[in-house]
């Protein structure tokens, strides 16, 4: 078979030719639009209009390998219009999710207070079990000490 003729699952995993390109958030768009056009056509307004939708592509957490196959081949044949929806769409999702991640976040780290509070608290109850079992220990050797004195005073 020809390169040109290859079919998505060609390459050597099976998976298809989208999944030999790595997400990673640090890597820029035009870094993911130069991958990408080894395997993809690439259309011109993608690369000058939305320039950050390839990436948008491979970090979104919500497509599968085969979801990607799918919008990277057929890309090309999209209007502008839609690639601004589609592109809209991921960001939108983008921004959900950066707004979930705080929101675990600060919900995680108020259980964390809470039960730091209450680890705080069985410490101190524990601290003052322990002070009253010792105020306990003192009181019985001081009667046991002013029982002598005085059975030491009486003999005199």
Known sequence: MADDQ????????GKGKSSLIKADPSRSNEDYIKEAEKYYIIPKLVRDVFPDLVKLIFETESMDIDEREYW????????????????????NEK?????LDK????????????????LNEEEIRRNREELKSKEDAAEVTEAKTEEELLKQLGNL
């Open 95 to 99: 921004d959900q999710l950066k707004k």
């Open 72 to 91: 990277l081949q057929i890309l090309p044949i999209m209007t502008e219009d839609q690639i601004k929806k589609f592109r809209d769409i991921l960001v």
């Open 103 to 118: 929101e675990y976040e600060s919900e995680m780290s108020s259980l964390e207070n809470k039960h730091q509070k209450v």
């Open 6 to 13: 290859k079919t998505p699952q060609d390459d050597k995993t």
